[in-house]
């Protein structure tokens, strides 16, 4: 079974330029989540999809984060215009059913703002 | 909203001494999860637990889940140099799964 895939791995911006990061969850799961991970600290939910619904986005600075789940596979979050302090590891997430189980993590997307 | 507290947040052992790292929640929770994630690696999952007073074993690690279902803990029996890394504990609200800082272990063998 092929794990969650996230891309790109890396990425270094200019603050205040905008940047996207893509996941494809595993197969047929229903809860998607996005994490951001500083250095040092635990993962901070950003955002829960339950299918293509949002669950709860209650941590996401909406005035420059967003994020969709297209047809409820594929996800995209954006950050326009990034800060410094975003620089962290984005990760996503999937767990199988439309209740919070297992989640299975992607690799991540290590940010850079410069 | 709800907050989701670790501690300690470092541990450094000796190989072969026991290791334990405590969460609480500021609600009861749904079920609460537990993951390990090695340096430069991301959250793997490790057990869940759903019913009050639940208590799981997996080999040297016990994980127990409060009568209230606000508070939870990991125990290792006789650390080994391969349980290093840093060990999270998830709160599920029913709605949203938020984790803890989490503790970071340091074996020394």
């Known amino acids: 079974e092929a794990g969650v895939a996230q891309s790109p791995r890396y990425k270094i911006i200019e603050k205040r330029q905008s940047v996207a990061f893509w996941c494809n969850p595993i197969?047929?799961?229903?809860?998607l989540y996005w994490y951001q991970q500083i250095l040092g600290q635990g993962p901070k939910l950003l955002i829960q999809?339950?299918?293509?619904?949002?669950?709860?986005d209650s941590q996401l600075p909406k005035d420059r984060f967003s994020a969709e789940r297209l047809k409820g596979v594929d996800s995209t979050l954006k950050i326009q215009p990034a800060k410094l302090e975003d620089s962290a590891v984005y990760l996503c997430?999937?767990?199988?059913?439309?209740?919070?189980?297992?989640?299975?993590f992607g690799q991540g997307t290590r940010l850079t703002v410069v | 909203g709800q907050q989701v507290m670790q501690i300690p947040q470092y541990q450094h052992v000796q190989e072969g001494e026991d290791f334990t790292t405590y969460c609480n929640s500021s609600?009861?929770?749904?079920?609460i999860q537990w993951y390990k994630q090695r340096p430069g690696g991301h959250p793997v999952f490790l057990i869940q637990?759903?019913?009050?007073?639940e208590v799981k074993k997996q080999k040297r690690l016990t994980f127990q889940f409060g009568e209230a279902k606000k508070n939870s803990s990991l125990h290792i029996t006789a650390t080994q140099t391969t349980d290093v890394g840093t060990y999270f504990c998830?709160?599920?609200?029913?709605?949203?799964?938020?984790f803890g800082k989490g503790t970071s272990l340091l074996v020394t063998p």
């Open positions: 999809f339950q299918n293509n619904g949002v669950v709860d």
């Open positions: 997430a999937s767990s199988p059913r439309d209740r919070n189980t297992e989640a299975f």
């Open positions: 637990l759903v019913k009050s007073g």
């Open positions: 197969s047929g799961h229903a809860t």
């Open positions: 609600t009861t929770l749904s079920n």
């Open positions: 998830a709160g599920d609200s029913g709605y949203a799964l938020n």
